[in-house]
């Protein structure tokens, strides 16, 4: 799995669902911050992370 960092991941997933990007589940919120997952074209998992707020 590829793992990337980002500053919003609610808008990040929202920009790749309209680019037709295969979701995985729904946003998971914790004490580690939020995290997403979505398919890339090869089938690979992709884990999007949001850090929580300091």
Do not use: H, T, Y
Not at 15 to 24: C, D, N, Q, S, Y
């Amino acid at each position: 799995m590829i793992n990337f960092r980002v500053a919003n991941l609610k808008r990040v997933m929202a920009e790749l669902k309209k680019e037709g990007v295969k979701m995985e589940g729904e946003i998971q919120e914790s004490e580690f911050g939020k995290f997403g997952w979505v398919m890339d074209c090869d089938g690979n998992r992709i884990e999007l992370w949001e850090p929580p707020a300091k």
